[in-house]
Each structure stands twice: as C-alpha cells, then as structure tokens.
C-alpha cells in the first residue's frame, strides 16, 4: 500500500458465493477520509484460448447477466478452490464447456481484470493439438454454444467493439501477437 494511502477499516458488506463486497474507511494522504468499495474474488479463475488444427479458435457463446445478453468468449471458469492449479481448472473448463481436450497447453499471460476495485486473477492459457473428447458437461445453469472463428474475423470483432469481454480480449490479442 502506498505510503500517503492507508486502510483504517475495512467492512464486510455482502459475502456471496464467489465474491465478497467490502467498504473500506481509507485515509487518502490528503487530510481526507474516503470510503471505497472493494470486491474480493475469493478463488480465482482461469481461461484457455483453444485452437483447432485448422487454426480456427474455438469460442461459446453464453447469457451474461450483468450485461443482459449474450456474449462471446473463450472457455474460462472459477477455480474448485484457492489451491487448485490454474491449468487445471483451464483444462477442465476447456472440456466441460466445449468437450475437447489438448495435447498442448502453455500459458499465455496472467492478468488482473478490474484493479480499481476487485483483485479477480485470471490466468490465461493456449490450448492446441485439440481433439473432441465428448460431449459439453454443463451445469443445470448453463446454455453454452460452442463456435469456431477465424482469428482475422475475432480481432474484427474487438477493433470494432463487438467483442469486449476483458479476458477474452486480452487472450485474443496475447495470441496474436504470439503468431507474429
């Protein structure tokens, strides 16, 4: 924490499932006392950009509700617990959601998604050699798509604002580069 920043509380206001939401009393250096909210993403969570043989990606297509439609992303998830090995949990959300699996799998990058106010980690990873292993095992929740897209036509996609979810963006991107 910065030496003119300092916590003096922090409160619990609503704890969740996979997030708590605190208040926290900060003295901002200044003479002034603000209050700030903080999101703790109690486990952390992993994704995986997986890319077919012919080179196309592999992407679902879900409802999320804090936007209120669908959206297109690449398979990603919580992990089981704080110790759970983030490819893992990548791998494992790579078959439940699409059902494929890799024969190859690096990381790619880790990012943070929104560090104004939550510490959500996610790791992200590249999945190639893929080969369908069976079918998608979703939760009772979950209506997931699978679709295969042209790398050309998902970077379309985010240069022109169709596609802006943060860690399938960065992943899109980190990819990118990687070819280069």
């Known amino acids: 924490m910065s030496d003119k920043i300092k916590r003096l509380n922090r409160e619990l206001v609503y704890k969740g499932t996979i997030l708590d939401i605190y208040n926290d009393t900060m003295d901002v250096g200044n003479g002034k006392i603000e209050q700030w909210d903080f999101v703790a993403h109690r486990k952390g969570a992993a994704c995986i950009v997986p890319v077919l043989p012919d080179g196309k990606i592999l992407m679902v297509r879900q409802y999320r509700n804090a936007i209120e439609r669908d959206t297109l992303e690449i398979p990603a998830g919580a992990r089981d617990s704080v110790t759970e090995d983030t490819m893992v949990c990548a791998v494992r959300e790579l078959e439940e959601e699409t059902g494929y699996k890799s024969n190859k799998v690096s990381k790619l990058l880790e990012l943070r998604t929104t560090v104004a106010f939550c510490n959500e980690m996610v790791d992200v990873y590249l999945a190639e050699d893929l080969y369908l292993a069976g079918e998608q095992q979703l939760d009772d929740a979950e209506d997931i ?10 970077l379309e996609m985010i240069y022109t604002g169709k596609m ?17």
């Open 145 to 154: 798509r699978v679709e295969a897209h042209e790398l050309s036509d998902l």
């Open 164 to 180: 802006q979810d943060a860690k399938t963006v960065a992943a899109i991107l980190a990819y990118a580069c990687k070819q280069k």
